[in-house]
T-cell receptor
Framework: GENVEQHPSTLSVQEGDSAVIKCTYS??????FPWYKQELGKRPQLIID?????GEKKDQRIAVTLNKTAKHFSLHITETQPEDSAVYFC???????????FGKGTRLSVIA | GAVVSQHPSWVICKSGTSVKIECRSL??????MFWYRQFPKQSLMLMAT?????????EQGVEKDKFLINHASLTLSTLTVTSAHPEDSSFYIC?????????????FGQGTRLTVV
């Protein structure tokens, strides 16, 4: 089955700097790659997603890149703010009515 | 977006008792729902896939007789933790992916914080 690796597990950045979180996946059939932000005790919140027919997607300060050949995708957050501090998860799925497989998460701390 | 509602949001029960968690899709039909468990400071781990009108599919290592799943309608799946023990204390969360919205997005319930004492 699918296996998703996520790095780093923790990341501290100064406010205003960029943060990059990387994930790799194992199943070449996976075609949907979402990123979630989760605050303590809350459900995951989708912040951006990308499908396998697209190499990059951007939404304001957040961008995701996908390299299908290498089977890795990355989350980029620019101009970080203290409110960006949270746990971020990447995930992958084959699409359709199949479950998401999550990475282990990255705890991002933005230091003011 | 679609709405998935989960109830209760938190529950405390005594060791040995059973707890039922409900997951409802409010504005779409969900032939399949997914149940995840999340221990503190860990990721969401898939426990089982709930299929309307048929048996659930459990992930390796998840006891099907302990975690009973029923998906009797197109909008409701339930997870019953039977004979709960302190090690079952966790955050349980359901998810569904609408087939008719033209999106691959998964929608999550609010989650249920189970504490077994």
């Amino acid at each position: 089955g699918e296996n998703v690796e996520q790095h780093p597990s923790t990341l501290s950045v100064q406010e205003g700097d960029s943060a990059v979180i990387k994930c790799t996946y194992s199943d070449s059939a996976s075609n949907y790659f979402p990123w979630y932000k989760q605050e303590l005790g809350k459900r995951p919140q989708l912040i951006i997603d990308i499908r396998s027919n697209v190499g990059e997607k951007k939404d304001q300060r957040i961008a995701v890149t996908l390299n299908k050949t290498a089977k890795h995708f990355s989350l980029h957050i620019t101009e970080t703010q203290p409110e960006d501090s949270a746990v971020y998860f990447c995930a992958a799925s084959i699409g359709g009515n199949t479950p998401l497989v999550f990475g282990k998460g990255t705890r991002l701390s933005v230091i003011a | 977006g679609a709405v998935v509602s989960q109830h209760p949001s938190w529950v405390i029960c005594k060791s040995g008792t059973s707890v039922k968690i409900e997951c409802r899709s409010l504005d779409f039909q969900a032939t399949t729902m997914f149940w995840y468990r999340q221990f503190p400071k860990q990721s969401l781990m898939l426990m089982a896939t709930s299929n309307e009108g048929s048996k659930a599919t459990y992930e390796q290592g998840v006891e099907k007789d302990k975690f009973l799943i029923n998906h009797a309608s197109l909008t409701l799946s339930t997870l019953t933790v039977t004979s709960a023990h302190p090690e079952d204390s966790s955050f349980y969360i359901c998810s569904a992916r609408p087939a008719d919205r033209g999106t691959s997005e998964a929608f999550f319930g609010q989650g249920t914080r189970l504490t077994v004492v």
